[in-house]
């Protein structure tokens, strides 16, 4: 049974900065790629980065170039978000998903079969 747990989420001012943590079990982490998505309630779900399994390629959503940056570290079954200079549209729930085993990643959402609770990010101006 595939587990995604995410976790450092909040409350932070404009210009902040938090990171996020995927602890991922019962998947073959270290073979496939993994991605962090974001939702706003009423709104369709946004891909923000994606990375390689080996962590050499990833891919960022134009909005979060720059300030956001996703890494992984195989030996702890764990991806990770860095959120620098946050903005209060960076609201939103983020959560971590992951493909079907083998499977490829981009910033379409609509990839991805499995997903974690999510952790809230808010940012206030």
């Known amino acids: 049974q595939v587990q995604l747990v995410e976790s450092g989420g909040g409350s932070v001012q404009t210009g902040g900065s938090l990171r996020l943590s995927c602890s991922a079990s019962?998947?073959?982490?270290?073979?496939?790629?993994m991605a962090w998505v974001r939702q706003v309630p009423g709104k369709e779900r946004e891909g923000v980065a994606w990375?390689?399994?080996?962590?050499?390629?990833?891919s960022y959503a134009e909005s979060v170039k720059g300030r956001f940056t996703i890494s992984r570290d195989n030996a702890k079954n764990t991806v990770y978000l860095q959120m620098s200079s946050l903005k209060p549209e960076d609201t939103a729930m983020y959560y971590c998903?992951?493909?079907?085993?083998?499977?490829?990643?981009?910033?379409?959402?609509?990839?991805?079969?499995?997903w974690g609770q999510g952790t809230q990010v808010t940012v206030s101006s």
């Open positions: 019962g998947y073959d982490f270290g073979n496939n790629c």
């Open positions: 998903a992951a493909p079907e085993t083998w499977s490829t990643c981009n910033i379409n959402p609509q990839v991805y079969s499995y």
């Open positions: 990375i390689s399994r080996n962590g050499v390629v990833t």
